[in-house]
């Protein structure tokens, strides 16, 4: 009764959205969002409409609207390379700001931060993560491996029990998010049913599309003062239409190393040329930096080689 009296005493009371929305200063996180990542049009939406409803839910407790209070915590799913971390170090921030968290930090964690080795181990280990996450978000890739079913003497369970604890007791100051490919995910909420019924938002990564690959490469290839002449990003076009078809592809990271290797061989070509060269050339990927990939030998690029006068294959 008390809650519906205030409600009353409320209704003929205002409040602006555009201001609310202007001091907590989300925009600015959804707009690095966008500046930082190529792509993902679902997911930013999606992050959109999360950041939304917890505005909204802020002014309605600002208004004694009676409400529980929105349940946080997330599952991203998707192939590695797809933008997962860096969306929830963004979330971070959001949750931060709308003061759903104290601090907004991330905290990244696997399985091999989480469960021990032996009795009694994890834990304390499961705690000293979930302690130093509190205040802000914590991250577990690839959580489906904190639960082996096939093995009756693993401590992942244990894990699980103590993290369920947190998500319950702690989710005014603590967010969640479970991290895997989608097919592993789904299997291990089968399992763990609890740990299904505490997650709220399930967002899926998309692959990149091969157009939305070469942008990622000449986004990375700028900010690194690096850039592609029109051989070049033909080259580079051929090469990841063959990589993205090989074992272990992993999107925007396969791209990361596969501009560290370029710049490696262009490194290496151009002391090899000696002499003078014009500034630009410091600059300027050369399609041969890219075409001496083993991937265009149908190999894997960045293989392990062993002798000197196959270094410039890697």
Known sequence: MECISETQA???EVVDIGVALRESNIQDVLGE?????????????????????LL?????????????PPSLHMCFTGRPGT????????MAKILHRLGYVRRGHLVVATR??????????????????LQKATGGVLFIDEAYYLYRAENERDYGQEAIEILLQFMENRRDDLVVILAGYKERMDSFFQSNPGM???????????????????????????????????????????????????PLFANAR??????????LRQAVRLVEQGGRIAKQELARI???????????????????????AKALQV
């Open 286 to 308: 050369d399609a041969l930096d890219i075409r001496q990939s083993r991937v265009f030998q149908g190999g894997l690029d960045g293989a392990e080689v062993h002798s000197p």
């Open 33 to 53: 969002l966008d500046g930082e990542l190529i792509g993902l049009v679902p997911v930013k939406l999606r992050i959109r409409q999360i950041a939304s409803l």
């Open 83 to 90: 933008g997962k971390t860096t969306v929830a170090m963004r």
């Open 10 to 12: 409320a209704q003929d």
């Open 196 to 246: 299904h019924s505490r997650i709220a938002h399930h967002i899926d990564f998309p692959d990149y599309s091969l157009d939305e690959l070469i942008e990622i490469a000449e986004l990375m290839a700028r900010q690194q003062m690096y850039g592609f002449d029109e051989d070049s990003r033909a080259a580079f076009k051929e090469y990841l239409q063959l990589r993205i078809k090989q």
């Open 56 to 68: 909204v839910e802020r002014l309605r407790e600002q208004m004694a609207l009676c409400a529980d």
């Open 254 to 263: 396969s791209v990361r190393n596969a501009i560290d290797r370029i710049k």
């Open 112 to 129: 091999d931060d989480l469960v021990g080795q032996y009795v009694g181990h994890t834990a304390p280990k499961t705690k000293e993560i």
